[in-house]
């Protein structure tokens, strides 16, 4: 099911938008929040009932879905968003997943989390094509506003937080050209992918914890790893 849910997607924005790339990344990012706010609706739904309190994976997802709304607006600042049918498709599209989503998030949250490694991994795989075709004209580009306001000039605390495989203030991506925030924003798509695996791992109940959460000591024997 997992695999035939991502194969419609993925059918539906190769075939409509085969030529048209800045419509295909605005629908793929804003179908891609939708499974993030699948997985806060059902948590807040938990804690509500009483069930558990996760706030670091509350605080993960809230991050990885903030890092997908400025995939979203730097798409609209790039004109993907002009065609009204684009944004009817999107937004149907994005509803569905949202109730497919939540109800397999109820029941199987590992297989929801698979779901979004898969969306996850066809993005990077998408940016990919898109910098290895179009590099020459993506650099003479400038990098939108609202790319250097997420990735270089604003708080970059949410930025560090989706990104469980890396300490903070680790990565901070150069974005001189539109090639740079492509190359930036393919990366992101894939630290998504790897703290989805995290999410399933056996012991992720546990173990599982927000790049800022972790403690100082364990920040401080990376880094001396690192420099060796």
Request: with cysteine; hydrophobic share 40%.
């Amino acid at each position: 099911m997992i695999k035939l849910l991502v194969g419609i997607l993925v059918f539906v924005i190769n075939t409509i938008y085969r030529d048209r790339p800045y419509p295909r990344f605005y629908v793929l990012e804003t179908v891609a929040r939708v499974p993030y706010f699948s997985y806060l609706s059902v948590l807040h739904l938990y804690e509500t009932l009483g069930f558990w309190r996760k706030a670091d994976w509350l605080k993960v997802h809230f991050a990885e879905s903030w890092n997908e709304l400025h995939h979203l607006l730097i798409m609209e600042s790039l004109g993907g968003s002009q065609f009204w049918g684009d944004r009817i498709l999107a937004r149907t599209t994005a509803l569905l997943y949202y109730w497919i989503i939540v109800a397999l998030y109820l029941v199987s949250p590992a297989s929801a989390y698979h779901f979004m490694e898969l969306v996850e991994n066809h993005a990077y795989n998408s940016y990919q094509k898109f910098l290895t075709e179009h590099e020459t004209e993506l650099k003479l580009e400038p990098a939108p506003a609202v790319a250097l306001s997420y990735y270089r000039d604003g708080d970059l605390y949410m930025f560090d937080e989706f990104q469980t495989s890396q300490f903070p203030e680790t990565r901070r991506p150069k974005v001189d050209n539109l090639y740079d925030v492509f190359v930036a924003i393919r990366d992101d798509e894939m630290e998504h992918v790897k703290t989805m695996v995290a999410c399933q791992q056996t012991n992720s109940q546990l173990a599982f914890k927000s790049p800022h959460t972790l403690p100082t000591s364990e920040i401080k024997d990376s880094e001396v790893l690192s420099a060796h």
